[in-house]
């Protein structure tokens, strides 16, 4: 896994999940809706909460600030990253709160294990400081077993082997809510998929759960 940083002048996607919230600050982000915590127990569940409700309803909109940020934000990983190829990428991206006391992913798993390929190269992007307890954990090598904290200030994102690596969340034992959104990218040349996602049951296909930059 490596990290990286951006400009947070040219995408904002801080403040526009601000927005969709109505707060002012995102580490602070389960005091507005406290009632919604329960422990995901199965990962059909992890994309259930009335936090995702409200923040993919948005997407419903005839236009979305933030979806047009993180695709541009996308653009931006392809040029810098993948100048010579052709990409595919996650058309929404996967949206993360990780609240005191709980966790965000219901079990500690590789991605190839949920319909994914194992050509899938992975995106996380903190909207929060991401440390600790309240951040992601995986695996350097595949099965190795070195579980290291995928640490990040706002304004930094890691490029790493999700669909490989086994990763999760401990318990956030912090007073902070880790707010995050990750995603997939995977080379045109590697697009081969059947079925639909576990938790959101979208098609695997392009115009659907995938989209071409």
């Known amino acids: 896994m490596k990290k990286y940083s951006y400009n947070t002048k040219d995408f904002d996607l801080v403040n526009e999940v601000e927005k969709i919230f109505n707060v002012t600050n995102l580490s602070l982000i389960h005091n507005i809706l406290s009632e919604n915590l329960e422990i995901p127990d199965d990962p059909s569940k992890d994309q259930k909460t009335l936090f995702h409700k409200i923040f993919y309803s948005s997407f419903e909109e005839?236009?979305?600030?933030?979806?047009?940020?993180?695709?541009?934000f996308v653009k931006y990983l392809k040029d810098t990253h993948f100048e010579d190829s052709v990409m595919i990428y996650q058309t929404r991206p996967t949206f993360r709160v990780h609240a005191p006391g709980n966790i965000t992913v219901a079990k500690w798993h590789k991605d190839k294990a949920y319909n994914h390929s194992a050509n899938e190269i992975n995106i996380y992007l903190p909207l929060t400081r991401a440390c600790g307890s309240n951040t992601v954990w995986s695996e350097t090598e595949e099965d190795k077993g070195d579980y290291q904290a995928m640490e990040a200030e706002v304004g930094e994102y890691y490029i790493w082997n999700g669909a490989n690596l086994f990763h999760g969340n401990k318990k956030n034992e912090t007073n902070s809510s880790r707010v995050s959104i990750d995603f997939r990218l995977i080379h045109s040349e590697n697009f081969d998929y059947d079925g639909t996602s576990v938790t959101t049951k979208v098609p695997m296909k392009l115009g659907h759960y995938w989209s071409k930059i």
């Not at 005839?62 to 541009?72: G, T």
């Open 62 to 72: 005839d236009e979305c600030p933030f979806l047009e940020k993180y695709k541009a």
